[in-house]
């Protein structure tokens, strides 16, 4: 296999899905990790503390460029091979498999993916947008040092939520 044919193949483009994927798991465990700080009881000092230094460091400000192509080439990707894969065989195997065959979940990716971007949707634009371009009321967390409160934005955020009562 050509190099040029590694991306425009069926494997390539599993392949680039797969290195995408573990590369949003591995933001995932680090967004829980500083999500996690919300449970330090301190008023919100301790995520704060966390999210001034994931929104201020460049590093982490150039992989944040790197998440949203990522996730962008991930969702672009994921529906060129669903509806590539849908469109080669448009007969049904005469004998359903079931879970025998594969999960409902890996037959369901297509769906869960579309769940998915629909909450990162909403996500960005609870939290991303305002942290970064709408403004978020700043505080004080030590002498001369203010930072994003996004410990009361996600206060409000939650408790907004009408649970139908």
């Known amino acids: 296999m050509k190099w040029s044919e590694m991306f425009t193949s069926s494997i390539g483009k599993k392949l680039v899905m797969g290195l995408t994927g573990l590369f949003l798991i591995s933001f995932l ?41 990522g996730i962008f080439i991930h969702i672009i990707q994921g529906y060129v091979l669903e509806f590539t894969n849908r469109s080669k065989r448009r007969k049904g195997y005469s004998i359903p498999m079931g879970n025998k065959g594969s999960k409902w979940y ?20 609870h939290f991303w947008i305002p942290s970064r371009f709408t403004g978020v009321e700043e505080i004080e967390i030590e002498p001369g040092k203010y930072v994003h409160n996004l410990y009361q934005l996600m206060m409000i955020t939650f408790s907004q939520f009408d649970w139908g009562e």
């Open 29 to 69: 465990v680090v967004h829980a990790g500083v999500n996690a700080c919300i449970w330090a009881n301190d008023g919100g000092v301790m995520f704060n503390k966390a999210a001034h230094f994931m929104g201020s460091t460049v590093v982490i400000r150039v992989l944040e460029v790197g998440l949203f192509v």
């Open 106 to 125: 890996s037959r369901s990716m297509g769906l869960l993916g579309t769940i998915l971007l629909l909450f990162f949707i909403l996500h960005w634009y």
